[in-house]
């Protein structure tokens, strides 16, 4: 999904950014050393995966990954899970903190017992260790290659000056398959931490009660996407073992285990519904949403993917009037209060989308970029009596999640609005500094710190952003 599919407006609900701050400067995903579910990410090595941000469905996939990640014996405030804005089906881990799911699986996914089960892969992945494994097979393969390399083209030289001509045209055949065979050896050893990830996460679905029959379902559709391509192809050539294989793995795995028929709770279907909803309506066109949700599907899914296409269209009052019926239909719903305040906010009217945007933060107080939008309606007031509350929410957002660029943009122009400038000068260093802008991020740093009073936590912050260097690329 491109990034011109989402709104530009300056909401942290729906927002897709290119990682980059505090603990993803300079790290770029390379391809070849990411394990994934499906296939490897393609993903320039130097460049940065966008991710998109929205409370809803980030604490979804948090609540499907926390009894897998205690059944793995992973810390879950130690990894990370982003959101990739791709429409294809895809999830994998970069490193042993970050985990990321694409869009297009959780659209595709009919149950949550669907997206358990990638998740259930991935972190099999991490809890095996797999990508320093695949780091170390890499290196030594290539020291491998290189010595067949080298002796090819050792051969090359010795054939042309001694006039042997059968070993010189042998030469590039001997780099060839040196070359050939460590990356034989790199796919091999892949594939085999692909089946291996396989067998523990249907362990870690038996562990946590879980039926093993939504991975059967993944992998048999996945399955039939590549049955075409797939025919004819060498399987020592692949970094997956062939989908049917782990169809077959998985589904003899999967009836023998004693949850095989076990459904996810209504509940939870319903959650999971409701974000494949939202998903379709920020992704898709308009056109698109009414084909999937028809004005026939009355469900609660189908009314909230049509309302967010009218806002998204530009019809604001007919939009809140679709958003008002969905919180008449569930008041307890946070992220439809939210929705409406969204709507207001970038329509043009922040002070409706405040009383909303309250509500949301009072049904889920614990959720940063729900306080952070809040927080950004309060200031866009530039009514001095609700500065005081949004530096408040945007402070509490903040602290539980740091890097939004546009959380800090906004506690800036907050602190400058009560003309507190060396609060709003070191707001705007952290902003920068989230957004890897480190040599900005020092001026506007070193100019709060000479305002604040030495040894206070501002002044402390501060300086920990003035000595920060970045860790070398090398």
């Given at each position: 999904?491109?990034?011109?599919?989402?709104?530009?407006?300056?909401?942290?609900?729906?927002?897709?950014?290119?990682?980059?701050?505090?603990?993803?400067?300079?790290?770029?995903?390379?391809?070849?050393?990411?394990?994934?579910?499906?296939?490897?990410?393609?993903?320039?090595?130097?460049?940065?995966?966008?991710?998109?941000?929205?409370?809803?469905?980030?604490?979804?996939?948090?609540?499907?990954?926390?009894?897998?990640?205690?059944?793995?014996?992973?810390?879950?405030?130690?990894?990370?899970?982003?959101?990739?804005?791709?429409?294809?089906?895809?999830?994998?881990?970069?490193?042993?903190?970050?985990?990321?799911?694409?869009?297009?699986?959780?659209?595709?996914?009919?149950?949550?017992?669907?997206?358990?089960?990638?998740?259930?892969?991935?972190?099999?992945?991490?809890?095996?260790?797999?990508?320093?494994?695949?780091?170390?097979?890499?290196?030594?393969?290539?020291?491998?290659?290189?010595?067949?390399?080298?002796?090819?083209?050792?051969?090359?030289?010795?054939?042309?000056?001694?006039?042997?001509?059968?070993?010189?045209?042998?030469?590039?055949?001997?780099?060839?398959?040196?070359?050939?065979?460590?990356?034989?050896?790199?796919?091999?050893?892949?594939?085999?931490?692909?089946?291996?990830?396989?067998r523990t996460a249907m362990d870690y679905l038996a562990a946590t009660g879980q039926s093993g029959q939504g991975m059967v379902t993944v992998l048999e559709r996945l399955a039939n996407?590549?049955?075409?391509?797939?025919?004819?192809?060498?399987?020592?050539?692949?970094?997956?073992?062939?989908?049917?294989?782990?169809?077959?793995?998985?589904?003899?795995?999967?009836?023998?285990?004693?949850?095989?028929?076990?459904?996810?709770?209504?509940?939870?279907?319903?959650?999971?519904?409701?974000?494949?909803?939202?998903?379709?309506?920020?992704?898709?066109?308009?056109?698109?949403?009414?084909?999937?949700?028809?004005?026939?599907?009355?469900?609660?899914?189908?009314?909230?993917?049509?309302?967010?296409?009218?806002?998204?269209?530009?019809?604001?009052?007919?939009?809140?009037?679709?958003?008002?019926?969905?919180?008449?239909?569930?008041?307890?719903?946070?992220?439809?209060?939210?929705?409406?305040?969204?709507?207001?906010?970038?329509?043009?009217?922040?002070?409706?989308?405040?009383?909303?945007?309250?509500?949301?933060?009072?049904?889920?107080?614990?959720?940063?970029?729900?306080?952070?939008?809040?927080?950004?309606?309060?200031?866009?007031?530039?009514?001095?009596?609700?500065?005081?509350?949004?530096?408040?929410?945007?402070?509490?957002?903040?602290?539980?999640?740091?890097?939004?660029?546009?959380?800090?943009?906004?506690?800036?122009?907050?602190?400058?609005?009560?003309?507190?400038?060396?609060?709003?000068?070191?707001?705007?260093?952290?902003?920068?500094?989230?957004?890897?802008?480190?040599?900005?991020?020092?001026?506007?740093?070193?100019?709060?710190?000479?305002?604040?009073?030495?040894?206070?936590?501002?002044?402390?912050?501060?300086?920990?952003?003035?000595?920060?260097?970045?860790?070398?690329?090398?």
């Amino acid at each position: 999904m491109p990034a011109t599919s989402v709104p530009s407006s300056p909401d942290t609900a729906w927002k897709v950014r290119p990682i980059v701050g505090r603990r993803w400067v300079g790290r770029a995903l390379a391809a070849g050393l990411a394990a994934s579910f499906a296939i490897p990410p393609p993903v320039a090595v130097a460049a940065n995966v966008n991710i998109v941000r929205d409370a809803e469905t980030e604490a979804l996939i948090q609540d499907y990954a926390a009894p897998i990640f205690k059944a793995a014996g992973i810390q879950g405030r130690d990894v990370q899970i982003f959101l990739v804005p791709d429409d294809r089906f895809n999830a994998f881990v970069a490193d042993a903190s970050r985990m990321f799911i694409n869009t297009g699986a959780i659209m595709t996914a009919e149950t949550p017992n669907e997206v358990i089960g990638v998740l259930a892969h991935e972190a099999a992945h991490l809890a095996h260790g797999d990508l320093a494994g695949i780091r170390n097979s890499i290196a030594n393969s290539t020291t491998a290659a290189l010595i067949g390399a080298m002796l090819g083209v050792g051969a090359v030289i010795a054939g042309s000056s001694a006039g042997l001509k059968g070993l010189g045209q042998a030469g590039p055949g001997i780099v060839a398959g040196s070359m050939h065979a460590a990356q034989r050896n790199v796919l091999a050893y892949a594939r085999a931490q692909e089946a291996a990830a396989d067998r523990t996460a249907m362990d870690y679905l038996a562990a946590t009660g879980q039926s093993g029959q939504g991975m059967v379902t993944v992998l048999e559709r996945l399955a039939n996407q590549v049955l075409l391509s797939a025919r004819g192809a060498d399987p020592y050539v692949q970094s997956h073992p062939l989908p049917a294989d782990r169809v077959r793995t998985v589904a003899a795995l999967a009836s023998a285990s004693k949850f095989q028929g076990k459904k996810d709770s209504a509940d939870l279907q319903q959650r999971h519904d409701l974000v494949r909803a939202k998903l379709a309506g920020f992704t898709l066109t308009p056109q698109q949403v009414g084909r999937r949700y028809p004005q026939s599907d009355n469900s609660l899914p189908a009314r909230y993917a049509r309302a967010i296409a009218a806002y998204r269209s530009g019809a604001l009052d007919p939009a809140i009037n679709r958003i008002d019926e969905l919180i008449r239909a569930d008041p307890d719903n946070p992220f439809f209060w939210e929705l409406k305040g969204q709507a207001l906010l970038e329509g043009g009217r922040p002070a409706n989308a405040v009383a909303p945007l309250a509500e949301a933060v009072a049904l889920r107080p614990t959720s940063g970029l729900l306080r952070i939008l809040y927080g950004q309606a309060l200031v866009a007031t530039e009514r001095r009596d609700n500065i005081e509350l949004a530096v408040k929410n945007l402070t509490v957002g903040l602290q539980m999640d740091p890097d939004v660029p546009v959380g800090w943009r906004t506690l800036a122009r907050g602190f400058a609005l009560i003309d507190n400038l060396p609060r709003a000068e070191l707001a705007t260093a952290e902003g920068l500094f989230v957004l890897g802008n480190f040599g900005e991020a020092k001026i506007h740093a070193r100019r709060a710190q000479e305002r604040l009073k030495t040894g206070t936590p501002a002044w402390l912050r501060a300086d920990d952003i003035l000595t920060y260097r970045p860790p070398s690329s090398r």
